[in-house]
């Protein structure tokens, strides 16, 4: 498939090797907290994810996934707490540890003046790459995702939902970031082309030897993308685990979310839960 022959061209080699022990964890989150005004989105939020890795987080809407990773990626300063991205710490100000990553934004993030090959070649012109060799480059990319050379021309208002995300991944590997992040990249995709994205994403992730972050709600999606997952309720991490013990965890949090149950602990009342997460 595209992203295989892209690997190729490239002389990358398949990634998914994980930490030697002595090295640093590729993100390290610690005793993370963020809020908005009064508003506590994030609280005491502790992760380590290994190079190589592909993590999801999931949870509900509004539970401060995005927030989460906005931190990690340097786009958004934190209150408390420290990030490490190969054991260096992470700041709004460390641009050459924000250019290790590259995001697949929630919506695309599509620059809708541009057309697509514009849209995938954006930072690689911004670098300084000529214009013919960027042009080169998205076009591999775009066969990468498994897009024809004929929709480089279109724009992005011409694009089925699909084919904005795919080019949104285009865009995000021109780079070959060593870390990738992508923000609920499936949410509003009819069940067939979900699972083409999700193998997109193992795919991308393997080719360029990336450690990623996936924001999910979709329980299927996690199984397919993830070798492990955090549970993000209340601005905690209430569980986390490999994606095998997601199933057969009898933690009441991840069998309601795995479950999809409308009754158990991240839907009780406020003042019980409260309660709970004070004697947990
Ligand atoms: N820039 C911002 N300013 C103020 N509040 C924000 C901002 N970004 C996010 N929030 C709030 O933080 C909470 C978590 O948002 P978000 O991370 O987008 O949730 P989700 O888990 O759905 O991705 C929400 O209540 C949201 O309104
Ligand atoms: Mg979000």
């Not at 809708?112 to 990319?141: E, I, P």
């Not at 549970?231 to 999809?260: A, C, H, N, P, T």
């Amino acid at each position: 498939m595209g992203v295989w022959r892209y690997l190729k061209r490239r002389g990358l080699t398949a990634g998914g090797v994980f930490a030697q022990s002595d090295a640093p964890s590729k993100i390290s989150v610690r005793d993370l907290g963020k809020s908005f005004d009064e508003k506590l989105v994030l609280q005491t939020i502790d992760l380590d994810i290994e190079r190589g890795e592909s993590f999801a987080i999931i949870g509900r809407s509004g539970e401060g996934k995005s927030v989460l990773l906005k931190c990690i990626s340097g786009l958004l300063a934190i209150d408390s707490g420290e990030i490490l991205i190969d054991g260096e710490e992470m700041s709004v100000e460390r641009d050459d540890l924000r250019s290790k990553i590259g995001i697949v934004f929630q919506g695309g993030a599509l620059f809708d003046s541009l057309n697509v090959w514009q849209n995938v070649a954006f930072r690689l012109l911004q670098r300084g790459m000529s214009k013919r060799t960027a042009h080169a480059q998205a076009l591999r990319c775009l066969d990468a995702v498994e897009l024809q050379a004929s929709v480089s021309q279109l724009s992005p208002s011409e694009l089925s939902g699909g084919m904005r995300k795919r080019v949104s991944i285009a865009r995000t590997i021109a780079c070959e970031p060593e870390i990738l992040f992508f923000d609920e990249p499936t949410s509003g995709l009819d069940p067939i082309t979900t699972d083409l994205i999700n193998d997109l994403i193992v795919n991308c992730t393997k080719a360029l030897g990336a450690t990623a972050i996936t924001i999910t709600h979709d329980v299927g999606s996690v199984y397919k993308t993830a070798d492990r997952a955090a549970l993000l309720f209340g601005g905690r991490i209430v569980w986390q685990g490999s994606k095998r013990e997601m199933s057969s965890s009898k933690d009441r949090y991840i069998q309601q979310f795995v479950q999809g149950k409308a009754q158990g602990p991240m839907t009780l009342p406020s003042a019980r839960l409260a309660s709970e997460m004070a004697t947990s």
